[in-house]
């Protein structure tokens, strides 16, 4: 069971990335998968969610409107698209993933029991 989480970098204010996680395929087709992030000095905080199906979305009230996931079961993988980036986005973020079976997309983090190593996202303002 792995998750592998890419696509982090250094990008100016205003400017985007699309991070990708790419998961086994038991946890892949089966398991609500989240991307959660964590800032210099905080606490690991949760960004967004997507069920196995893709019908169950949610989103941090600070990401909402500009970040978008979404799913390729066939590739294994979900997607973080980020838009509009600010100096404030800037964290480690990290994919999880709940046990295959659950169908329900989750916002805790007490809720995943599988975590990718995370990739690094620094935005300039």
């Known amino acids: 069971v792995q998750l592998q989480a890419s696509g982090g970098g250094l990008v100016q204010a205003g400017g985007s990335l699309r991070l990708s996680c790419a998961a086994s395929g038991r946890i892949m087709s089966n398991s609500p998968v989240g991307w959660f992030r964590q800032a210099p000095g905080k606490e690991r905080e949760f960004v967004a969610t997507?069920?196995?199906?893709?019908?169950?979305?949610y989103y941090a009230d600070s990401v909402k409107g500009r970040f978008t996931i979404s799913r390729d079961n066939a590739a294994n993988t979900i997607y973080l698209q980020m838009n509009n980036l600010s100096p404030e986005d800037t964290a480690i973020y990290y994919c999880a993933a709940r046990f295959p079976g659950n169908v329900v997309a989750s916002r805790q983090m007490s809720d995943y029991v599988y975590w990718g190593q995370g990739t690094q996202v620094t935005v300039s303002s």
């Open positions: 997507i069920n196995g199906n893709g019908y169950m979305i």
